[in-house]
């Protein structure tokens, strides 16, 4: 009896033992390396401190922009209809699917601006600037003036970044982007458009009139409010790819698109 008593204490301390070291796994689990935002490898693509190319782009059919005001308002507190002259400006920008600014002239836009010329033989607008001078009829009461819509265009592709260290506990990242620019006026047919629009005052408006003298009166306030933008593209969270022999497997990442 005392030896079956020995045994079983022993093998009790032995399943102690085993309760031990499970524990002690599951106290200190490995630590996965962080995943970086596509805005943080978007940032090491324009710093240089990420050796980026933007892969098989596919540029998508043009379409008209939202319209939006391009000059100052005009403001009709008179009794008669006000006949004026008004100057407008306009200046368009692109942005990637996070709406993060792409600035004309910058390491990104010339790298999408590459990708697209080598592929299709012409470069990507980044950015369009216009202005001119159109006259405008506002009747008493009313405000008016110039709004404008721009020809746009998006182009699809998925970034590669290579560092010479590992990031994120990888040498290569990849991820899909959107970018949205101006396009060339006519491209697809499609033109921009300047307009000049009008709408009766609002009671706050017509107090301001006093003010005024209830004379024909202009400033800078924009009135036409932007209409919600449409949601981006989703993509996918960037994902890693090492290189196999130090050479990276670029045709079998974009092939599992």
């Known amino acids: 009896m005392a030896k079956i008593r020995m045994s079983v204490g022993r093998r009790v301390m032995a399943l102690g033992a085993m309760t031990c070291v499970l ?23 324009a710093s240089g401190v990420g050796k980026c190319t933007f892969n098989n782009p596919t540029i998508d059919r043009a379409y008209l922009g939202d319209y939006h005001q391009v ?14 002259g008004m100057d407008w400006s306009d200046s368009v920008g692109s942005s990637d699917s996070l709406e993060v600014s792409i ?28 202005g001119g001078s159109i006259g405008m009829i506002v009747k008493p009461g009313e405000v008016g ?31 899909d982007d959107t970018v949205t620019s101006p396009a060339p006026n006519g491209t697809d047919g499609i033109g921009n458009v300047v307009v000049v629009k009008t709408r009766p005052m609002t009671a706050d408006e017509k107090a301001s009139c006093g003010t005024h003298g209830q004379k024909v009166f202009s400033n800078r306030t924009k009135v036409e409010s932007a209409p ?22 670029d045709e079998e990442v974009n092939r599992s698109r």
């Open 71 to 84: 000059s100052n308002t005009l403001y009709n507190c008179s009794t008669s209809p006000a006949s004026q």
């Open 145 to 175: 003036w110039i709004s404008r819509a721009q020809v746009m265009q998006q182009v699809s592709g998925r970034w590669q970044t290579h560092y010479d260290n590992q990031h994120w506990g990888h040498y290569y990242w990849y991820w």
């Open 103 to 130: 600035t004309a002239g910058g390491k990104i836009a010339g790298i999408v601006d590459l990708s697209v010329t080598a592929k299709y033989g012409h470069s990507w607008t980044t950015e369009h600037r216009d």
């Open 23 to 45: 524990v002690g796994g599951a106290a200190l689990p490995a630590v996965a390396a962080d995943e970086p935002t596509e805005s943080e490898l978007m940032a090491d693509c």
């Open 228 to 249: 919600p933008k449409a949601p981006k593209p989703r993509h996918g969270a960037p994902t890693p790819g090492d290189p196999v022999n130090g050479v990276a497997r």
